[in-house]
């Protein structure tokens, strides 16, 4: 069953025509899985937003080894409470101590779980 050249050269004609159609199929099929992944992900995003006034906790980022080594799991994951004074569009805090003094930095809400909300009723 051997194939002549102009048998070769229309086979092998069809099947790049077909490789061409394939592609299409995988890209259409990578935009679909692009759109529920991102759709899962939006799902799952919860927008926050704090006024001036709320009393919310920072993120420990800073536990040193020290500190870690001592206290192990029980080293505090959250700092404050903060009293939050100045607020900015794009999901940045200036937060003060409940004594008034002023952090150095503001903090940017959006990148991370950065701040909790302390609910006082």
């Known amino acids: ?7 070769f050269r ?10 061409d ?7 259409d099929h990578l935009q679909i899985y692009q759109k529920r992944i991102k759709h ?6 919860h927008e926050r937003t704090f006024k001036v006034g709320d009393l919310v906790l920072k993120e ?3 536990v040193t080894k020290l500190e870690k080594s001592k206290r192990g799991k ?16 794009s999901g940045t805090y200036h937060l003060a101590s409940l004594n008034g003094k002023p952090e ?3 903090l940017n809400a959006l990148q991370s779980s950065t701040i909790l909300l302390l609910k006082i009723s």
């Open 104 to 106: 150095p930095e503001p």
């Open 21 to 27: 159609e394939h592609r299409l199929t995988a890209l």
């Open 10 to 19: 229309q086979e092998r004609l069809a099947q790049l025509e077909l490789l």
């Open 40 to 45: 899962a992900y939006d799902k799952q995003l």
């Open 74 to 89: 029980f080293a505090p994951n959250w700092i404050g409470p903060y009293i939050i004074t100045h607020t900015y569009r």
């Open 1 to 7: 069953d051997i194939l002549t050249n102009d048998d």
């Open 60 to 62: 420990n980022q800073h």
